[in-house]
């Protein structure tokens, strides 16, 4: 079992816009502001889409946007594209003994 | 241009020790704010952080297999290992390395192709 908490699926028409979710606890993202979330297509290695809970990395499109409330954090998907459908997964720091922890990962599949 | 391989057995039998490899290259681990990983991924199922070694040689293991791990890193070769010890079926997975950098918030921005390590007897 996951030590964060993500929908195992949502879906989506292209041009929509969808929001996935990622619950934690006050030990991990509600503590730090250090969220990542990463994009998996099948049989390929994870692609990281945004770090430090809303900051996207170069070539990242602006698409993506991540934010947070409390122990919860989200991505965001806007205008979704055939190729946006993969596995999402988040990740949030934990403290300097848990160190990383990742959520279950959310099917994203477009319409 | 950061890449990052691993390289190690596709087959180990329970009980076993495993050795991990990751060589990369389009950096260097000997600077200040960079840190190299290991994560690694069931079939089918989510991603597990494993371990973490930064520049400095601090180092960094998830609690749950804390007993079996460790990483270290050798800075000429530009290669980290990890060993995993008493290796189970459930250790079966992809074994991702990983760059991460203080400027990130160590979040990985760059991973490995994987390599998928069987655990059977």
């Known amino acids: 079992q996951s030590a964060l908490t993500q929908p195992a699926s949502v879906s989506g028409s292209p041009g929509q816009s969808i929001t996935i979710s990622c619950t934690g606890t006050s030990s991990d993202v509600g503590s730090y502001n250090l969220v990542s979330w990463y994009q998996q297509h099948p049989g390929k290695a994870p692609k990281l889409m945004v770090y430090e809970g809303s900051k996207r990395p170069s070539g990242v499109s602006n698409r993506f946007s991540g934010s947070k409330s409390g122990n919860t954090a989200s991505l965001t998907i806007s205008g979704l594209q055939a190729e946006d459908e993969a596995v999402y997964y988040c990740c949030s720091y934990a403290g300097s003994s848990t160190f990383w922890v990742f959520g279950g990962g959310t099917k994203l599949t477009v319409l | 241009q950061i890449t990052l391989k691993e390289s190690g057995p596709t087959l180990v039998k329970p009980t076993q020790t495993l050795t991990l490899t990751c060589t990369f290259s389009?950096?260097?681990?000997?600077?200040?704010?960079?840190?190299v990983g290991w994560i690694r991924q069931p079939p089918g199922k989510a991603l597990e952080w494993l371990a973490l070694i930064y520049w400095d040689d601090d180092k960094r293991y998830s609690p749950s297999l804390k007993s079996r791990l460790t990483i270290t890193k050798d800075t000429s070769k530009n290669q980290v290992v990890l060993t995993m010890t008493n290796m189970d079926p459930v250790d079966t997975a992809t074994y991702y390395c990983?760059?991460?950098?203080?400027?990130?918030?160590?979040?990985?921005?760059?991973w490995g192709q994987g390599t998928l390590v069987t655990v059977s007897s």
């Open positions: 990983a760059h991460s950098k203080f400027s990130s918030s160590w979040s990985v921005d760059y």
């Open positions: 389009g950096f260097s681990l000997s600077t200040s704010g960079v840190g």
